[in-house]
């Protein structure tokens, strides 16, 4: 079980050197450049890449507030470490600008609000689909050692069988989807077509602090820290499997030390699942609140859109990689629910959630 966020940088320093001499790609010295490092999982995997000891250079959507999203939250001793780059994703001179010089690219850039994606799916093809094409030719052209492209469990849709492989069948059941299976059918053609060293990160839903507002879990901790005792939320039946983010995070590194991921698919997630509404009844437990769940049908998906059971098999992540989530089984969910809940109340009052509202 994991008692804190993060463990000491020397521990991180002697897992790096047990790699080496376990013949994983050898990332010592070398440039990695994180897209999306602005955002929830992204910040996660800048402190977790920092604190392993490597050289980060971290491209942030430009905005005329000079912010980096969640990057501004960081400790100084992490962000007085990384190179930032302002930027967009859908300029494939401003990607390949900012490619330059590294080794490694892992990609995270992406729109991800599902319902978002029902009002403005062109968006999704844009950034998602033609974003995931910039980074893969510009590492083509630059000859880019590694590129772990980001994938997602929803491009599964409904399971058909679980625990999920990944071998099971791709179902676009949401614009998002979609475009996520467009981007990763791009990622992994540049492989087969051009040799480009490129593995595919499936995380399943990835849970912590610093998570949007938009997502379950953060909506009923900011409901409930509200005041709040009738909670307005969508579909309780659907089932999950929710991975910590920090596990999420060393995931991601684990599969760009690996050798034997270039060319594959492989999942992320924690093998437990969990229906929605176990899940709030989880939450309010934690929370010592008694509550009521109020379906609003704004938070509800088309009926043949929502995804209605996920469920991670993460033995190829284990067999390819050696990663294994911390945070596993209930005892694990609960260790990470309450982590998140104690990040959400100490930071309330600043991190401009707004719980009144549904947010898309």
Not at 9 to 18: A, P
Not at 113 to 124: K, V
Not at 231 to 258: C, M, N, Q, Y
Not at 331 to 343: D, V
């Amino acid at each position: 079980m994991v008692t804190q966020l993060w463990p000491h940088y020397s521990f991180f320093n002697l897992v790096n050197k047990l790699s080496l001499a376990q013949n994983t790609f050898n990332m010592f010295g070398k440039k990695i450049l994180i897209t999306g490092a602005d955002g929830f999982i992204g910040s996660h995997l800048v402190e977790q890449t920092v604190l392993s000891g490597y050289t980060v250079r971290a491209l942030v959507c430009y905005n005329s507030f000079g912010t980096w999203g969640w990057l501004d939250a960081l400790p100084a001793e992490v962000k007085n470490q990384i190179e930032v780059v302002m930027g967009d994703i859908r300029d494939s001179y401003g990607v390949k600008s900012a490619m330059k010089g590294c080794e490694i690219v892992l990609h995270l850039a992406a729109l991800i609000g599902i319902p978002y994606s029902y009002r403005s799916p062109d968006s999704y093809i844009d950034t998602n689909v033609k974003g995931t094409l910039h980074i893969v030719q510009a590492a083509r052209e630059l000859g880019v050692e590694k590129v772990v492209h980001t994938s997602t469990s929803e491009v599964y849709g409904t399971a058909k069988y679980v625990p999920i492989d990944e071998n099971h069948p791709l179902q676009g059941q949401s614009p998002y989807s979609a475009s996520k299976i467009g981007a990763d059918q791009i990622a992994m053609s540049f492989y087969t077509a051009f040799a480009v060293p490129v593995s595919i990160i499936r995380p399943f839903n990835t849970y912590g602090p610093r998570q949007s507002a938009r997502a379950l879990i953060p909506t009923v901790i900011m409901q409930i820290a509200a005041g709040n005792r009738i909670i307005k939320l969508g579909s309780l039946h659907p089932t999950r499997d929710f991975t910590f983010v920090t596990d999420t995070a060393k995931g991601f590194l684990a599969i760009a030390e690996s050798e034997k991921s270039v060319g594959e698919v492989i999942n992320v997630g924690s093998n437990f699942e969990v229906s929605m509404a176990e899940t709030v009844n989880l939450i309010a437990e934690l929370m010592n609140a008694d509550i009521e769940i109020d379906l609003d049908a704004k938070r509800i998906r088309p009926k043949k859109s929502e995804v209605e059971r996920l469920w991670a098999n993460h033995q190829k992540a284990l067999a390819l990689t050696n990663w294994r989530p911390e945070f596993s089984g209930k005892a694990g969910f609960e260790c990470g629910l309450k982590e998140t809940i104690n990040w959400f109340l100490e930071n309330q009052d600043h991190v401009g959630y707004k719980s009144e509202m549904y947010h898309v």
